[in-house]
């Protein structure tokens, strides 16, 4: 998953959810709060319920996910970004 694609979910669950668009997460203004909010996400996707979903998702397709969240990590990073909320699972 790509950084641009972890923020279509974000808002498309905040669109579903009816949330004030100032909680949608736009690519070109990327500040440290937001950041740490999209490190948190990750780190939440990247647990093992999540990953595997409570046991049934089979480990291939857990791999592959954990995979394009590592990806999406490595982008946040190399825009700058370094977490200042503590992460459990990266």
Known sequence: ?????LIEKQNMMARLFKEDSSKFWNI??????TADAMFRRLDSDM??????ADGE????QAAKLAK????????LTAKGF???VELYNF
């Not at 998953?1 to 694609?5: E, F, I, N, T």
């Not at 070109?28 to 709060?33: A, E, H, L, R």
């Open 1 to 5: 998953m790509s950084l641009k694609r």
């Open 47 to 52: 647990s093992p319920e999540a990953l595997f």
């Open 57 to 60: 998702r089979p480990r291939a």
């Open 28 to 33: 070109d203004s990327i500040d440290q709060v």
């Open 82 to 84: 370094r977490p200042t």
């Open 68 to 75: 394009q969240y590592n990806s999406a990590f490595k982008e």
